[in-house]
């Protein structure tokens, strides 16, 4: 089993699946990041490294308040080849 800091659901097993229910679609799931929360956004930032246009950074935040930014470095300008990733903020 992994080894976490994050701390333990306060929900019973009874409550989590309330919550995790969809009235609307009698469905139960998990949702995204854009679906879980109305005024959530996520920006895109194409910027330069030392190759051109190889790095995108993706910047989220809930209403106007940054949550956090995920940096994503490829090998060149193509994008074809995944470098990194990374959470910078």
Do not use: H
């Not at 990041?33 to 995108?56: L, M, P, Q, Y």
């Amino acid at each position: 089993m992994a080894e976490s800091t994050k701390p333990l659901s306060e929900y019973d097993y009874q409550q989590v699946f309330q919550k995790a229910y969809n009235k609307e679609s009698s469905t139960i799931g998990i949702d995204g990041f854009i679906s879980g929360v109305i005024g959530r956004k996520i920006s895109v930032a194409i910027s330069t490294t030392t190759i051109a246009d190889d790095t995108e950074t993706y910047s989220f935040s809930e209403n106007s308040k940054a949550l956090y930014t995920i940096t994503v470095i490829y090998t060149d300008g193509t994008r074809e080849t995944l470098l990194s990733v990374e959470r910078t903020a």
